[in-house]
């Protein structure tokens, strides 16, 4: 993996962000530069790992799914082995350490109510280092925050770009070439037709149809994992939010759609907002506070929980963590 990008580089990635699957044509046409000049500088950033695109459930369209945020705190001379023992369960989305040390962030997608039961009252209390928890149902995940370009993008490329800005149509049925289709694209979002037909065994034609489908309805989100820190975000953080009830809807939304949040939803719990911020600096984070949340309607309580390290993101092990 690379330790910086410049910037074109950097733009790149951040259509990548947005559209995983544009086509090297639709990359340079949004950056007005060559489609050579996209693919020398793209490849070498897919075959290293520096960008890996993948795809994670949308679990609003996957009734069975139980999408929950942990927070974990736990012994800080253990965080390290407890925040890697999270991030190797398939059911982890996200898992990062928190900035006092002590505490770990997590969101699950959990596979129905015996999931969770099992996690919270066996798997959790059975380890010895973990000494109390929060647990906090998604009852919404906004779906603007899907598609996110940190901020890179101006306003018309980036429109141009976001799948998830459409309306989605209705959800189809899910069929069991769906879930060999979604298994693949986690391994390689970007992988072509023709490849996924053979490693699915079908035709091109059917693997496009089901693809085009599942996209339109949203029911799975595709997404580029990569290191912030080489696009210029040096802060990140997760904020907890109580809003009324009222206004929760359309806090929910605003956020989400601002271009420094990758994550936002709603959760059951004294906070009842729980949205994920990527900043440049510390001064930028302060200014999003100030000017972003500080000029919204009924905010009722803040708690900001600086990130400190990331051990798992889109459902991807951060290479520099295993």
């Known amino acids: 993996m690379r330790h910086e ?9 951040a259509v990548l962000l947005a559209s995983p699957r544009a086509s090297w044509r639709t990359v340079a046409r949004v950056l007005g530069i060559s489609e050579r000049t996209v693919v020398r500088r793209a490849t070498p950033l897919l075959h290293d790992g520096t960008l890996r ?6 679990p609003a369209r996957f009734p069975q799914l139980i999408p929950m945020a942990l927070r974990i705190r736990c012994r800080p001379s253990r965080i390290k082995a407890i925040a890697a023992g999270l991030a190797r369960r398939a059911d982890t989305v996200w898992v990062d350490i928190l900035g006092g040390g002590d505490e770990i962030s ?16 066996r798997d959790l209390p059975a380890t010895a280092a973990v000494q109390s928890w929060d647990a906090y149902d998604l009852m919404r995940v906004f779906p603007a925050g899907f598609a996110w370009s940190a901020g890179l993008l101006p306003t ?22 769906d879930d060999a289709l979604i298994d693949r694209l986690t391994e ?64 929910g939304h605003e956020l989400s759609r601002h271009p420094q949040v990758r994550f936002a939803a709603a959760t059951t719990g004294a ?25 919204l309607n009924d905010i009722r309580s803040l708690e900001v929980t600086p990130i400190l390290s990331s051990v798992k993101r889109t459902g991807l092990l951060r290479p520099s963590e295993t």
């Open 156 to 177: 018309d490329q980036f429109d141009a770009l976001a799948p998830f800005a459409r309306e989605p149509v209705d959800a189809p049925e899910v069929q069991p070439l």
């Open 188 to 251: 390689n979002a970007r992988a072509g037709v023709s490849d996924l037909a053979t490693r699915l065994g079908s035709s091109a034609s059917t693997v496009r149809r089901r693809l085009d489908l599942l996209l339109s309805a949203h029911m799975v989100r595709l997404a580029c994992e990569v290191d912030l820190r080489l696009l210029g975000i040096g802060s990140e953080a997760l904020l907890w939010i109580a809003t009324g009830p009222g206004s929760l809807e359309a806090t």
């Open 53 to 58: 695109p993948t795809a994670v459930r949308n």
């Open 271 to 295: 906070a009842n907002l729980l949205v994920a911020v990527a900043a440049n600096d510390l001064g930028g984070l302060y200014t999003f506070l100030t000017k972003t949340v500080g000029s």
């Open 106 to 121: 997590s969101v699950l997608f959990l596979d129905g109510p015996q999931a969770r039961t099992s996690l919270l009252l």
């Open 5 to 13: 990008l410049d910037e074109t580089e950097r733009r790149i990635a």
